[in-house]
C-alpha cells in the first residue's frame, strides 16, 4: 500500500493550498481516508476524514469552515482544500486510510510540507 501526498508549499496567510493524496495497492473506494498534520515541537493531530462514499465527513473544530475533505474514488485520490491558510495551519500533513471505523489507521503517507508566513 502506497499513499503518496503531495500540493504542499509556503504560502502567505489568507492563501488557499490544495493537497492531494494518490492511493495505491488498496481498494481506495472501501478505505475511510483523512488528514493529519503534525507542526514542529507537537503531536500529530487530526484534521478531518471522509468515509468510504464520499458523502460523510468531519473536521477537526480547528479547521471546520475553512478546510474540506473530498475523494475522487475513479482516480483513487483524496484531496484538502485549505482555504484562509493561517501560521498556525504550518505543519507536515499526511494523509491515511483506515478499513472501518473501529479500526486503526493502518495506512499512512510520506507527509507534505505547508508553511503559512504572516
Known amino acids: 500500500v502506497q499513499l503518496q501526498a503531495s500540493g504542499g508549499g509556503l504560502v502567505q496567510a489568507g492563501d488557499s493550498l490544495r493537497l492531494s493524496c494518490a492511493a495505491s495497492?488498496?481498494?481506495?473506494?472501501?478505505?475511510?481516508m483523512g488528514w493529519f498534520r503534525q507542526a514542529p515541537g507537537k503531536e500529530r493531530e487530526y484534521v478531518a476524514s471522509?468515509?468510504?462514499?464520499?458523502?460523510?465527513?468531519d473536521y477537526a473544530a480547528s479547521v471546520k469552515g475553512r478546510f474540506a475533505i473530498f475523494r475522487d474514488n475513479a482516480k483513487n485520490t483524496l484531496y484538502l482544500q485549505m482555504n484562509s491558510l493561517r501560521p498556525e495551519d504550518t505543519a507536515v500533513y499526511y494523509c491515511?486510510?483506515?478499513?472501518?471505523?473501529?479500526?486503526?489507521?493502518?495506512?499512512w503517507g510520506q507527509g507534505t510540507q505547508v508553511t503559512v508566513s504572516s
Open positions: 471522509i468515509r468510504s462514499g464520499g458523502s460523510d465527513t
Open positions: 495497492g488498496l481498494t481506495f473506494s472501501t478505505y475511510i
Open positions: 491515511a486510510a483506515r478499513i472501518g471505523l473501529v479500526y486503526p489507521w493502518n495506512y
